[in-house]
């Protein structure tokens, strides 16, 4: 049965309904005879401890000419500190949306910068970070901008290839870089990075390319060849929504194994593995998302 939230969605036109709960988010697309390409894009998120909520957030947005994807991890432990974690991803992906869908942007970096800008200005937040990954789709030449700023980030897959793979920013092994709100009693080892630290690329798209935004809770938990083989798996489907949900339980579930070598130490170490004693066993339990994008000709 739907729930009551979907079920508004739902009878909301394509443009409007890009609001998520904190599980799922589907979003229809317009088309243009001017055109080149368009994108279908559907995204799910688990929380590491169910009823609890999510850490993580994100948005789909499409404005026309150009389509927003975005996902951002909120930070922890701020709840130690007494701020509620979820409120900065979640505020600036809301953000992110509002501001894509009633300007336009043609790059992520000028989308964050609004955003983060709204943030600070109407003191929406009063404490909190996030790791963030967005990315817009130019359908007019066919072209995907992104900024990746953390251990948020993304994959581009074209057939059996990837194109790109998630390149983690960090500090430390587990200190990503991350936008934050650092309040005046914040102590003075609390991160927070500038916007300019993110990392920008463009890329050429084709018809059939698969994108995929995701937080550290997938990445770290899949390898890329195992991700090729999960997209190998469902190549015939053509709903975003139903390639997220399963590449999200299947992080899942992979998260649970205890038998299991996770890559997230590949990952978070450039690959270097000084003895056996350095290897992590055991899944990487935590907040999960996957946003899907499959790319159209229209």
């Known amino acids: 049965m739907l729930s009551s939230t979907l079920r508004r969605l739902l009878n909301k036109q394509p443009d409007q309904w890009i609001k998520s709960t904190s599980r799922l988010l589907v979003t229809n697309t317009r088309t243009s005879p001017a055109r080149k390409f368009d994108v279908l894009a559907g995204g799910d998120s688990k929380p590491r401890v169910l009823k609890r909520p999510c850490e993580d957030a994100f948005f789909l947005a499409d404005a026309g000419d150009y389509y927003a994807i975005g996902v951002a991890d909120g930070v922890g432990q701020w709840r130690s500190a007494g701020y509620d974690p979820t409120i900065f991803p979640t505020t600036l992906m809301d953000n992110c949306h509002q501001l894509m ?171 270097k593995i000084i003895d056996d004693l350095d290897i992590e066993y055991g899944g990487i339990i935590d907040d999960i998302t996957v946003v899907v994008g499959m790319v159209t000709k229209t």
């Not at 993304?154 to 998630?166: C, G, K, W």
């Not at 993110?198 to 698969?210: G, Q, R």
């Not at 550290?216 to 938990?221: A, L, Q, R, S």
């Open 101 to 271: 869908m009633t300007k336009g942007y043609s790059d992520p970096l000028s989308l964050l910068n609004d955003s983060y800008d709204k943030l600070i200005h109407d003191k929406q937040v009063e404490g909190g970070s996030a790791t963030v990954c967005l990315l817009i789709l130019n359908k007019l030449e066919g072209t995907l901008k992104s900024l990746t700023l953390g251990d948020s980030s993304f994959y581009l897959v074209r057939d059996t290839q990837l194109l790109h793979t998630p390149n983690y920013q960090l500090y430390s092994r587990d200190a990503p870089y991350q936008l934050a709100i650092v309040p005046p009693s914040a102590p003075n080892t609390t991160i927070s990075s500038k916007i300019s630290d993110a990392t920008l690329s463009t890329f050429e798209l084709k018809e059939n390319d698969h994108i995929i935004a995701a937080t550290d809770g997938f990445i770290d938990n899949l390898y890329d060849e195992e991700l090729i083989e999960e997209l190998n798996d469902m190549h015939n489907i053509n709903d975003a929504l139903g390639a997220a949900r399963i590449l999200c339980s299947r992080a899942y579930q992979l998260a649970s194994r205890p038998d299991r070598i996770a890559p997230s130490h590949s990952r978070r170490t450039g690959g």
